[in-house]
């Protein structure tokens, strides 16, 4: 973009344990290597925020696992969930499928 934000100038989110980038969970099929890619663009340049991606994960239920802020989403066997509240380092899913 002609107008992009220079990385230098991007923003971090900030938290207890001090700046931490955006992260974009990215499930594991082709679609969204696209739209989360996209998204991280969008958010970097147009936006001006860091962006790290984060997964990839098998199913869209890893995603919403990573949202939460479990610490191993992906494995089915113990998620890694706390009953304790986290600061999660994912915050964005786009491309997930569940039935209907």
Same mark, same amino acid.
């Given at each position: 973009?002609?107008?992009?934000?220079?990385?230098?100038?991007?923003?971090?989110?900030?938290?207890?344990?001090?700046?931490? @980038?955006?992260?974009?969970?990215?499930?594991?099929?082709?679609?969204?290597?696209?739209?989360?890619?996209?998204?991280?663009?969008?958010?970097?340049?147009?936006?001006?925020?860091?962006?790290?991606?984060?997964?990839?994960?098998?199913?869209?239920?890893?995603?919403?696992?990573?949202?939460?802020?479990?610490?191993? @989403?992906?494995?089915?066997?113990?998620?890694?969930?706390?009953?304790? @509240?986290?600061?999660?380092?994912?915050?964005?899913?786009?491309?997930?499928?569940?039935?209907?």
């Amino acid at each position: 973009f002609a107008n992009a934000v220079v990385e230098g100038d991007r923003k971090y989110l900030s938290g207890p344990s001090g700046p931490y @980038p955006i992260g974009v969970w990215v499930c594991d099929w082709p679609a969204a290597y696209v739209t989360s890619e996209v998204v991280h663009i969008l958010l970097e340049e147009i936006l001006g925020f860091r962006v790290v991606q984060t997964g990839p994960g098998p199913n869209t239920v890893d995603g919403f696992f990573a949202l939460t802020g479990c610490a191993t @989403p992906t494995n089915i066997e113990d998620r890694g969930c706390s009953a304790e @509240p986290v600061v999660t380092t994912n915050h964005i899913n786009v491309e997930g499928w569940t039935e209907s």
